[in-house]
Each structure stands twice: as structure tokens, then as C-alpha cells.
């Protein structure tokens, strides 16, 4: 069973790593979204707790703790406050596990990153799916202005559950045990410091940000020159206020173009996390495609 008492660790690069492992069969690699120091919420591997142990009926799953969140450590140097930094962790993290020919899954900002993760290294996956990902879609998200009225004190209990209700359709997938893991998260000294870092000190502007605009401007051009190359999933939920449907549509667009082994699947009344709000539903669409490749 997925919870906090079943995290592994490893170093990876001299970052201590945390990460959940279960099943047998084809690796399924599931990465979550958000970032180091985010004032909102504190993603981490435990978004998955709905969908985990479903899945290691059907394979073998691995769910990390991100560069920098949840109880992987931030990184070493303020120049690694970037989303470089994060994807090349990932690639670390594979290598270290010796895992091979990996279905790479990722959420949000972590759907960038498996997008960019296929396209950059894509000897080490099999296929790679994306999942309300604003950052990796063309256009703006609406994260700044659908939680621009985030309660304080930030990164409290009510507050985080506040920015996850708002993300979702149905408020019930906001379940105490997740709002406990990122509680936790939230009162670690090195999540603090990497919130002040990224707010007070600046790196958030001055670093991350230009790092995301980069990446997506280079990744849309690898896109459009030579394509995925690997079989592509995109999930979708129709209600997703952050990420919307037509950000969505011409993501795939784009992603479809030079892959024809690309599809798209929308779930209606679904928020952001759609594998939350449709987890048995979501398993079994994962289940599928990943059969098909």
C-alpha cells in the first residue's frame, strides 16, 4: 500500500531521493507536478496514493519525489533552480535504478518534464504520457489567476486545501492523508528554504521562470522538426481551470503531427488531477495504451 511509511530513498548525485516502487512487469515511471519552493501547495509522490497500487497490479510502478519536493532534497546550488536541473535528476534517477525501456507518466510540470525527458533521452523510454500539463501546452495558464486570492497564511493545512479544492471538480479527492503528507512537506526547513529562495530571493523570476520559457521554445521546435518518436498518451479533463481544453487540443496538435502513435483522451467532470478524480477509469486508459505500444 502507497503511504509515507513505504518511501524508499537513494542518492542520486548526492541528492537524497525519495521514492515508492511495487508490481512486476513493464516499469511505469509516475512523476508528479508543481515545483521547489512553491508558496501554494506541496506536491509530491503521495499525488499518486489513488492510483498506485492499482496500477502494480499491471506492472511495476515507481513513483519519485521530484528535485528539490517532497522529501527528496532541494538542490545543492542555486544555479539548479531550474527545470533542467529537475529533468536531468529524472535521467539520474532512471540510471541509478538501472531501469530500461520505462513508460514515463507525468502530471502538470511533470508532463513537461516527460515530454522533454522523451524527446532528450529517448533510448530510456518506451512511451510517454502527459497529463493537464499548462506548462508543456502552448498559451498561458491560468494558475495566476485562478490562485491569486490563496488564503494566508501560505502552505498551511487550510490553505493548501484551499489551492487543491480549487484545482479539482470534485472536492473529495482532497483526502486528509494527502493534505497530512504535504502538512509535513510544508514543515520541512529545507522547503522553507527553498520557497525563500524562490520568492523573497528571486529566483523564481530570475532563474526558473527563463528556464521554463526556454525549454518550452526548443521543445516546440524538436516537436515540430522530428516529433515524439515514442507512442504519446495525453489525458485531459474538460474542467481543468488551470489547463484548458483548448490548450489541450493544440498541444496535441503539435504533439500528433510527426507521432502517429498520439492520443488524446478527455474525462469529463474532471479538475487538474484527473487521475485522482477518475482513478480506476484513469488506471485502466493507462492500462491500455501502454498494452497497445
Known sequence: MMDSK???FVDVDGIRTRYFEAGSGETV?????????????????????????GLAEHFHVVALDKLGQG???????????TMDAVVRHTLRFIETLNLSDVHVVGHSRGGYLT????????????????????????????????????PKPFLSRASQRWVLEGYSYNSKVVTEE???EMEQIAAIPTYRKAVELMEEGGL???????SIARGRAEMFEWLMDRGMQRPTLMVWGLN??????????????????????????????????????????????????????
Open 6 to 8: 513505504s518511501g524508499k
Open 178 to 180: 494527502w493534505l497530512d
Open 71 to 81: 522529501f527528496t532534497a532541494i538542490p545543492s546550488s542555486q544555479n539548479d533552480y
Open 29 to 53: 515511471l509516475l512523476v508528479h507536478g508543481g515545483n521547489f519552493g512553491s508558496p501554494h501547495c506541496c506536491d509530491c509522490s503521495l499525488d499518486w496514493n489513488l492510483n498506485f497500487d
Open 115 to 150: 515530454c522533454r525527458l522523451t524527446l532528450e533521452y529517448a533510448d530510456y523510454v518506451k512511451s510517454c504520457t502527459i497529463i493537464d500539463s499548462n506548462t508543456g501546452a502552448p498559451g498561458q495558464g491560468r494558475n495566476h489567476i485562478e490562485f491569486d486570492d490563496t
Open 240 to 293: 481543468d481551470p488551470t489547463a484548458t481544453l483548448d490548450q489541450g487540443f493544440a498541444y496535441y496538435e503539435i504533439l500528433s503531427l510527426k507521432e502517429p502513435r498520439t492520443e488524446m483522451h478527455i474525462f469529463n467532470e474532471s479538475g487538474h488531477f484527473t487521475y485522482r478524480e477518475h482513478p480506476v477509469a484513469f488506471n485502466e486508459t493507462l492500462r491500455s495504451f501502454i498494452a497497445s505500444c
Open 204 to 210: 523564481n523570476e530570475r532563474l526558473f521562470q527563463p
